[in-house]
């Protein structure tokens, strides 16, 4: 067993799609292509929109955020809630009160259920 801290201090800023005041801390690779995170999101703080490298499961651990896809409309997240993210699907983050969040990342990633589609709540 191994103790993981993934605290703010421990994360790296994220530069890339026009972000700001946004850092993730790298959890974990797997076999493949797959990548585990922890992003920590001031508020106020972005990371801007890009297509998704790998499919993606974004899930909020503390505070809330939203996330938006290609139309830019902004789909509100709390803690104990996610969103999934298909590869090559346009998408940005972000949040207005400061958020922590867990991002998993698979080449294909296939969403199991609980979940709805982002029209309505996520």
């Not at 993981?4 to 994360?11: K, L, S, T, Y």
């Not at 959890?27 to 490298?53: K, S």
């Not at 955020?65 to 997240?77: H, I, K, N, Q, S």
């Not at 698979?106 to 029209?119: N, T």
Request: charged letters at 20%; zero cysteines.
């Amino acid at each position: 067993m191994q103790v993981v801290d993934f605290g703010p201090e421990q994360a790296e800023v994220i530069g890339e799609f026009g972000s700001r005041g946004a850092r993730a801390v790298a959890l974990g690779d797997g076999v493949g292509r797959a990548h585990v995170y922890a992003v920590h999101v001031e508020p106020g703080g972005q990371i801007g929109a890009h297509p998704a490298g790998f499919g993606q499961l974004f899930l909020v651990v503390t505070g809330s955020g939203w996330v938006a896809g290609a139309d830019g409309r902004r789909v509100p997240l709390a803690a104990g809630q996610g969103a999934y993210i298909g590869r090559g699907e346009i998408h940005a983050k972000g949040s207005d009160s400061g958020m922590v969040a867990i991002m998993v990342q698979v080449d294909e990633l296939r969403p199991k259920p609980p979940s709805r589609e982002a029209g309505g709540a996520v």
